[in-house]
C-alpha cells in the first residue's frame, strides 16, 4: 500500500519537474554541480583516502540559499568532529572489548533516531555526530588497526566538500528564497504519540540491524559493511509512509545514479580526465536539478548524486575498476534490504 502510494507520488513529481524548467533550480543545480567537482578534484590532488565523501557532503549541504547552507554546513561539520571524538574515546577505552562496542552501536543507532527526529534546527548537528559514532564503531569492529586513520580522513574529506558547498552557495545562490527560514529544513518535527512509538520501534529495528552489520559481514567475509550502516541509519522517519519513501527513492536513486555510473566507466570518456569530469559536473547538475525541486521526488536526486559519486570516484583521476561502485552499491541495497527484513520482524511480532 505504501510503496503503490509512493511510486505514484514519485511518477506525478518527477512528470512535473520535466515538464517546467525553473531558473532558481537550476542555479541551485549548477553551484551543486561546481562544489561537488571542486571537492572531488581537490581531494583527488590531496590524495585523500576517499575523496568521494567529499563529493558527497557538497552534495548533501547544498542548499537553495547561502544562509541555509551555512547553517547546515556547520552543523554538518560540527557534528562529524564532535562524534569523532567521542567515539574514539570510547574505542580507545574498549578497543578489545566486541561486546562494548556492539553496546555502543546499539544505544547510540537508537539515540541517534529519536533525538534526530525530535530536536529542534541543531538535530542535523546531533544526527551527524551519532551518526559518526556508529560508522566508527563499525569501522573499530571490522578495521581496528585504521580507527584514528578513518577519523581523520572522514573529518577532512566531509569538512572539505562542507567548505565547497558554502562556498559555492555564497556565489551563486547568496539570497534566500522569499519567505524562506533556512533553519526550517534542520528542525524536529512535532511527533504525535502514535508517531512517537512508531519512531521507537524503528530505532529498535535499526539498532538490531546496525550491531548485525559487523557481526555477519565480518563472519562471512563480505565487502560493503560501510555503506549497509550508512543506508540504514538515514532512512527513518517518526512517519512509516516517510520512511518508505526515503527507502524507495533511495533505491530508485542508487538504481539511476549507479546504472549511468557504470556506463560511464564501462566507455572510453569515463578513462580521461576531461571527459570524466564534464560528465560527472552535468549529471550531477541533473540529479541536483531534481533534489532542488519537487518533494515527491527530490529525495530520488539527492541519492542519485551520491551513487553517481560513490560509481566514479575511486582515487586519483577517473575511476577504472567496476569493482569498487558495485560493492558499494551492493551494500546500499543490502542495507535496505536488512533494516525491512528485521523491521518487518518487529512488526509481526507487534500484530501476534
Sequence with gaps: MHATIVFKEFKQGLAKELQEFNKEQARCALGTAIAALGAV?????????????????????SRSSY??????GLLRIAGTIG???LALIMLGTFIDNVFAILCIIFFTSIATVIVSNTRGWDSYAWGMAGFM????????????QSIFNFAFYRTFEISLGTIMAIIMSAIINPDPPESANPTDALAGSMISPAQESELVKQAISLALAMVSVPLIWKWLDLPGVLQIGVTSLILLQPDPMQSWRKGILRLLGCMAGGSIGLLLLGSPAGHYLITWGAAYGVLIFIFSYIDHGDPRCSYMGLQGGIALTLT???????????????????GILAGLILWNIIHALLEK????
Design 83 to 85: 562524534g569523532c571524538v
Design 41 to 61: 578534484l581537490i581531494a583527488n590532488w590531496l590524495n585523500l583516502d576517499k575523496p568521494y565523501w567529499a563529493g558527497i557532503s557538497a552534495l548533501v549541504v
Design 67 to 72: 544562509d541555509a547552507s551555512l547553517i547546515k
Design 133 to 144: 559514532v556508529v560508522l566508527l564503531s563499525i569501522a573499530g569492529l571490522v578495521i581496528p
Design 312 to 330: 566514479l570516484v575511486q582515487g586519483l583521476g577517473p575511476g577504472t575498476e567496476l569493482q569498487p561502485p558495485i560493492t558499494r552499491l551492493c
Design 349 to 352: 511480532d507487534n500484530a501476534a
